[in-house]
């Protein structure tokens, strides 16, 4: 009878040891999935950038919207606010977020105005009204407002701004692809769209009136 439920007993802890390599097993080959699939997604950090006080998340190769119209707000300001004491901060902060293509005539762009702001004793302030997203590009923005140009006179000079900034998520870190300004609203593909098919009948008007 002993030796019955002895067998019995060594036949259950062999078939329990069993299961249990066989469930070890399972879950090392489910842990190795897990590690794989961790290590192969990019890392997404939570920050705070310039002139924000929400949150927001930028990973490897792309960020929430709230942080690149954060960034192409902060780019338009620096640009946009210059006095002959501050002109040279802008190159110091331009440089590290420029793309290579663009860097050398952005970079002489600025040494440009900064000199002449430095000759004409000029003051530029830019106050941003709203930042609008390109719809057929994502990473085109348009920060639109007014400029304040002010002399040696302390007469001032306002417009109407428009800064285009083009930018891309590369390693976590903004980067300026594309940069002009110019007066005006914003030349979004479509208002570029709509001024070509204006022109365009504008010239077959006038080609139709010179063949009368």
Do not use: C, H
């Not at 941003?128 to 002010?150: W, Y």
């Amino acid at each position: 009878m002993l030796l019955s439920n002895l067998k019995k007993s060594i036949a259950g802890t062999r078939s329990e040891n069993n299961f249990l390599r066989q469930l070890a097993v399972g879950l090392l080959v489910v842990n190795g999935a897990l590690v794989v699939g961790l290590l192969s997604q990019d890392t997404v950090v939570t920050i705070v950038p310039p002139a924000m006080t929400e949150q927001a998340w930028v990973d490897s190769n792309a960020a929430s919207d709230t942080y690149t119209e954060a960034w192409a707000l902060y780019v338009a300001n620096v640009v946009g606010n210059v006095n002959p004491q501050t002109a040279t901060m802008i190159r110091s902060t331009l440089e590290p977020l420029l793309s290579n293509d663009i860097y050398q005539d952005v970079i002489n762009a600025v040494e440009e105005q900064v000199a002449q702001i430095r000759q004409d004793r000029v003051v530029i302030k830019f106050e941003a009204k709203e930042v609008l997203r390109e719809k057929q590009n994502a990473n085109k923005f348009f920060v639109v407002g007014r400029t304040v140009m002010t002399g040696p006179n302390g007469r001032p000079v306002r417009s109407n701004t428009t800064y285009e900034v083009e930018l891309e998520i590369r390693n976590y870190k903004p980067t300026i692809t594309y940069l002009t300004t110019y007066s005006g609203r914003p030349k979004t593909e479509d208002v570029l769209r709509r001024d070509k098919a204006s022109n365009e009948a504008k010239q077959r008007m006038g080609a139709a009136q010179d063949a009368k």
